[in-house]
């Protein structure tokens, strides 16, 4: 059975920090690009940064560079979101999502989903 378990969502004050982990199972992680998308109330989903596992590409959205990372770790499966600096307008659902490694691009988020996480919710207090 295809996982996706995201963990990592809170509450946390304008500044602060927090890391998201999507761990992933059921199918070939290196295979894949892992994706977050994030989804504020009212508003589009939006993709926020993309890791390609086998070679360690990423991307992020022009709101989240040099304050987002994205990282891999191959041994367990699990892509992590460091958040620093966070923003009341980085409130939303975080969903990870995977995606054929080979749809992966440097210049946007996947548009092809083979899989998503069922999201956890990151509130950030102005």
């Known amino acids: 059975e295809v996982q996706l378990v995201e963990s990592g969502g809170g509450l946390v004050q304008a500044g602060g920090s927090l890391r998201l982990s999507c761990l992933a199972s059921g199918f070939t992680f290196d295979d894949y690009a892992i994706a977050w998308f994030r989804q504020a109330p009212g508003k589009e989903r939006e993709g926020v940064s993309c890791?390609?596992?086998?070679?360690?590409?990423?991307y992020y959205v022009d709101s989240v560079k040099g304050r987002f990372t994205i990282s891999s770790d191959n041994a367990k499966n699990t892509v992590y979101l460091q958040m620093n600096s966070l923003k009341p307008e980085d409130t939303a659902v975080y969903y990870c999502?995977?995606?054929?490694?080979?749809?992966?691009?440097?210049?946007?988020?996947?548009?092809?989903?083979?899989?998503w996480g069922k999201g956890t919710l990151v509130s950030v207090l102005s």
């Open positions: 890791i390609r596992s086998s070679d360690g590409r990423s």
């Open positions: 999502a995977a995606t054929p490694r080979y749809y992966y691009s440097d210049y946007g988020s996947p548009q092809i989903v083979d899989y």
